[in-house]
């Protein structure tokens, strides 16, 4: 395997997910370029909801704790009924199940700031605002682009390939002519970014009243988000509604000047999937590949996972360590849960926003009878109706051994002790950047046939430790011993088993040694299974 010649990788757009997407590759040691037609970053009333396997993603980069800086960490969402009475607060299954807040509100300008400063400091980066994307041609090895900047010249540039992250009219899903399919929904939103605010609530608050079905979301430094649904003849979508509006809206919450309204917008929302994410050395990111309503929160949140899953793979095919096909393992692995969540935001909606009286009343009853029973009450208040991330195809190996039920799901983030000095530590900071192979309690000669079967392929290989014993590292391997009582939790259904985990953290196989030769022959058309360790 060579990696292609060492072109940059061109991201097209510097919203977050663009940014993400350059982090993540600048930080496993691959150039970018990243354009923006743009003179700089948004200062739109975008997202505002980070979850915490975006967080988790920018930990990969080394940005977690930038990030947390300018976050609210939250305590998930309250739902209200058609009277604003509290039905319930959702909260997620496990606080810090994956090393992070469940729900963190932001301002978007704020985040990307915070992205774009880290990868200015970065090496092998190259951000150009002010430049677009004209052209851009599949060749020998790599793909040509076609750049102009805002006053008008023209630039070609060679790339590996090219990443569109350029939104909904995203310029490089119409230039290589792929649709979208889905729904446009004509309802007008009207939302608000405000400051001076008195709310002081760590949750999202989604009040399903018929008549203004209605969110509130607090942030920091009595910053506060208002969404109001609009009625015929209050507002058409693509435009800045007058501050007299703002105002009723706003007032029975709070008193409001002009000052205070920072940013404003009319809008009108899609349920859409791109019919193909990849074209040739072109990929499709965040909106760019899929757009839904904003109820579940999920817009960026998705796009973020894009980035997670793409980073890794255009990484390990730069670096000559894996073959192109692995690049094409990205739709099948990410284009189910987006469509999903697409799905169950548009159903989500429906049910907490809709000005339907009688569908509202329905709604009340159905929950209220749904908290008395423990299970259901658990279902709602766990979030447990969020479509779940699973790898069903791609970078996965079922061998037909035992309890699979990690394989394609994400692995939590316990805290874990590392010797020698056994101080806890979040496990993805010892899992490193690349795949891992964890051992769960296994035995020297399991790891011995393990290894002959793997070959010398590039793998940070670590005994985990279960139940209070402490961790030994042995034959160059990391140990690793339960810290919180969560590593036992998340791997004691594959004691004396191997759990090979990709970078992104999602589960590629569970097997015995026994069944470890299976496992490189099923991955052996992706991997280089004989480069260094």
């Known amino acids: ?219 920091r430094d009595g910053r506060c988000r208002y969404e109001f649904r609009l009625r015929p003849g209050e507002g058409e979508g693509s435009t800045r509604p007058d501050f007299a509006t703002i105002e009723r809206l706003v007032s029975p919450y709070r008193t409001i000047t002009p000052e205070q309204v920072e940013r404003a917008t009319n809008y009108t929302f899609n349920a859409v999937v791109a019919d193909r994410w990849r074209d040739g050395r072109c990929f499709l990111l965040g909106d760019a590949a899929h757009m839904m309503p904003p109820f579940a929160g999920q817009g960026l949140n998705s796009g973020v996972r894009d980035a997670a899953n793409l980073a890794w793979k255009l990484a390990e095919v730069w670096h000559g360590r894996a073959d192109e096909r692995l690049l094409d393992t990205y739709e099948p692995e990410r284009r189910p849960h987006a469509e999903a969540t697409v799905a169950f935001s548009e159903r989500l909606g429906r049910v907490v926003m809709t000005v339907d009286p009688m569908r509202g009343r329905l709604r009340d009853t159905a929950v209220r009878a749904l908290l008395l029973v423990p299970w259901s009450r658990r279902y709602l208040t766990e979030m447990r109706f969020r479509p779940r991330a699973v790898h069903a195809e791609g970078v996965v190996v079922r061998t037909g051994h035992g309890d699979e039920r990690l394989v394609g799901t994400q692995l939590p983030q316990p805290r874990v002790l590392v010797p020698p000095g056994l101080r806890p530590r979040r496990l993805d900071d010892v899992l490193g950047d690349g795949p891992a192979l964890l051992g769960v309690d296994v035995t020297p000669a399991a790891w011995e046939r393990a290894g002959d079967a793997l070959g010398s392929w590039r793998l940070r290989r670590i005994d985990v430790v279960l139940g209070d014993r402490l961790p030994r590292p042995r034959d160059g391997r990391q140990a690793v011993a339960d810290a919180d009582g969560r590593l036992e939790s998340a791997l004691g259904a594959a004691r004396g088993r191997f759990v090979l985990v990709k970078p992104d953290r999602y589960v590629a196989a569970v097997f015995p040694s026994a069944r470890a030769a299976r496992v490189r022959d099923a991955l052996a058309g992706y991997f280089d299974m004989e480069g260094t360790t």
Request: proline content about 7%; overall charge negative; charged content about 25%.
């Open 1 to 219: 395997m060579t990696a292609p010649a060492n072109a940059p990788v061109l991201i097209v757009g510097a919203g977050p997910v663009g940014l993400a997407a350059a982090n993540l590759l600048a930080a496993r040691g691959v150039p970018v370029v990243l354009v923006e037609r743009n003179s700089a970053t948004s200062d739109e009333a975008k997202a505002i909801s980070l979850d915490d396997e975006s967080l988790r993603t920018l930990q990969a980069a080394g940005l977690d704790e930038a990030v947390l800086e300018i976050v609210v960490p939250g305590t998930g969402t309250r739902y209200y009924d058609r009277r604003d009475r509290p039905l319930f607060q959702a909260r997620g299954p496990e606080p810090y199940r994956l090393g992070h807040p469940f729900k963190n509100q932001f301002a978007q300008p704020e985040l990307e700031r915070v992205l774009l400063q880290n990868l200015k400091d970065r090496d092998g980066v190259d951000v150009r605002f002010g430049t677009r994307l004209v052209e851009a041609e599949d060749g020998p090895g790599g793909a040509t682009a076609v750049l102009e900047t805002a006053c008008g010249t023209r630039t070609e540039l060679g790339a590996s390939w090219v990443l569109g992250c350029d939104g909904g009219r995203s310029t490089v899903r119409e230039l290589k002519g792929i649709g979208m399919t889905g729904t446009s929904h004509r309802e007008v939103w009207l939302v608000a970014d405000t400051t001076g605010d008195p709310h002081d609530e760590r949750y999202g608050m989604h009040l399903g009243r018929p008549d203004r079905p209605t969110v509130i979301v607090p942030g």
